[in-house]
């Protein structure tokens, strides 16, 4: 889940024209993040929050978010920043890091016999 200090969740700056990772921007027609990322807190229409590779309702066809600027957005959406680690070079590529991330931060299970 990314759901840590560095934030979590997506960004969605109006106008993401530029496709630089590493920037306070997010590249145009993305959303990697809204679908690959899973978000524990509720949204509204998804109040169990959202599982990882499942596509936020709130994410249009445009790959904008339809409640930006809304108090009812997740903060960690709010939070997030791209960053090379999660966003990549490309759509693609999001979706395989943040898929990456959510495996490597499942609960570990304990079995005993
Ligand atoms: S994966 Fe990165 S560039 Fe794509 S929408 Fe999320 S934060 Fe923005
Ligand atoms: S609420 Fe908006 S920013 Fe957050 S996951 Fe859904 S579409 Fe993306």
Redesign the pocket.
Known sequence: MLDGPSGAG???LPGRERVVPDSPV??PD?????VAASISTPLPGMPDGKPAGVRCIHLQADYRCAIYGSPARPDCCAR?R?APD??GES?EE?LRL?ASLELATLPRVSHSG
């Open positions: 997506v960004l969605h997010c590249r993305c959303g990697a993040c809204c997030l791209p999660i966003c759509r999001a943040i």
